[in-house]
């Protein structure tokens, strides 16, 4: 399985990103709060993942930061969600995830990509039991 990340697997629609906080579960890993839920995939969809990246405007007023951050976490993301994804590859969930990075300071990437881990093998032990 190839690491990429395509256009179907980012959530984009306000109804899923409003679901996130009205329903969606918690569960922290400094310097990110992860909200997830799981639900049926829709007709015609075989994404197993679908995710979200937020850094808070109010923790880091520049675009430039802001983006940089959302890169970071995206790349530790891609290269690092094949278990996940082979963990719920059945087809009868499909996972939402949204990351917010909730550190006032910008940590290096190595320790971004480290926390991104633990926060799928924790993902992967929740929803791992659900599709067996």
Request: glycine content about 4%.
């Amino acid at each position: 399985m190839k690491k990429s990340l395509k256009k179907e697997e980012r959530v984009n629609k306000k109804e899923d990103i409003a679901f996130f906080f009205k329903s969606g579960k918690h569960l922290t890993e400094f310097p990110f709060r992860v909200i997830h839920y799981s639900k049926p995939p829709l007709a015609g969809e075989n994404i197993s993942i679908k995710f979200a990246v937020s850094v808070p405007k109010k923790l880091f007023k520049k675009a430039v930061d802001r983006n940089l951050l959302k890169r970071q976490i995206r790349e530790a993301y891609r290269l690092n969600n094949l278990e996940l994804k082979q963990a719920l590859d059945s087809g009868q969930e499909q996972l939402y995830v949204l990351f917010i990075y909730t550190s006032p300071k910008s940590l290096k990437y190595k320790l971004i990509e480290d926390k991104i881990i633990l926060i799928l093998q924790s993902l992967q032990g929740i929803y791992a039991k659900h599709t067996e």
